[in-house]
């Protein structure tokens, strides 16, 4: 079984400072992860996945995250925040290769300030 | 290309009623999903199919709900006496044989139970 925790429903930070959401997971198998955006009234949309190559993966806009399996964490982080970053951002895990299920966190809304 | 498409975009009914939502995925991704988010909560895995047949229809959370997908592209998510609980956003996902553990969202179908 797996299953996601979001650290943190909301997050506030500053335009240019750094955007840090916090992703830990729990798995009974070795895992694929992911992040997910989802913008008001849109559907979510990939940002960027591990799928057991690189633990340091890059995804779109800027983003990317670190896959620490000591600490079951896939943070996601963003040198410098725009204000087109503000939305509300999802960590999920699924069971890895083949057609799984993704099983979601909770979400974190993440407000950038001009 | 085209995208996952859902319609309707919303839908209210009354208590009690039946409602049928449809997801039309990526032209030639062989396998669909739909997950359900609440207000304030990431989505829930419901159903899967890969081609026509549902791989695995554990989240379906009661016989209230069925999905068909008889000719392995359209699917219809059908609910049955439908509950105010029931009131969510509704998500289709679909991905191709060769890239399965990448999910493409349609935009979601907001269902209100009155």
């Known amino acids: 079984a797996q299953s996601v925790t979001q650290l943190g429903s909301h997050v506030s930070v500053s335009e240019g400072a750094l955007v840090l959401l916090r992703c830990n997971y729990s798995?009974?198998?070795?895992?694929?992860l992911f992040w997910y955006v989802q913008y008001p009234n849109q559907g979510l949309q990939l940002l960027l996945k591990y799928t057991s190559a690189a633990t340091l993966v890059e995804g779109i806009n800027g983003f990317e995250a670190e896959f620490k399996k000591s600490e079951t964490s896939f943070h996601l982080t963003k040198p410098s925040a725009h204000m087109s970053d503000a939305a509300e951002y999802f960590c999920?895990?699924?069971?890895?290769?083949?057609?799984?299920?993704?099983?979601f966190g909770k979400g974190t809304r993440l407000s950038v300030i001009a | 290309g085209a995208g996952v498409s859902q319609t309707p975009s919303n839908k209210v009914t009354e208590k009690g009623k039946y409602v049928e939502l449809r997801c039309d995925p990526i032209s030639g991704h062989t396998a669909l999903y739909w997950y359900r988010q609440s207000l304030g909560q990431g989505p829930e895995f419901l159903i899967y199919f890969q081609g026509t047949g549902a791989a695995d229809d554990s989240g379906l959370p009661n016989d209230r709900f069925f999905a068909v997908r008889p000719e392995g592209s359209v699917s219809t998510l059908k609910i049955q006496r439908t509950e105010r609980g029931d009131s969510a956003v509704y998500l289709c996902a679909s991905s191709t044989r060769d890239s399965p553990d990448t999910q493409y969202f349609g935009p979601g179908t907001r269902l209100t139970v009155l």
């Open positions: 798995s009974s198998v070795p895992p694929y």
């Open positions: 999920a895990v699924s069971g890895g290769s083949g057609n799984t299920p993704l099983v």
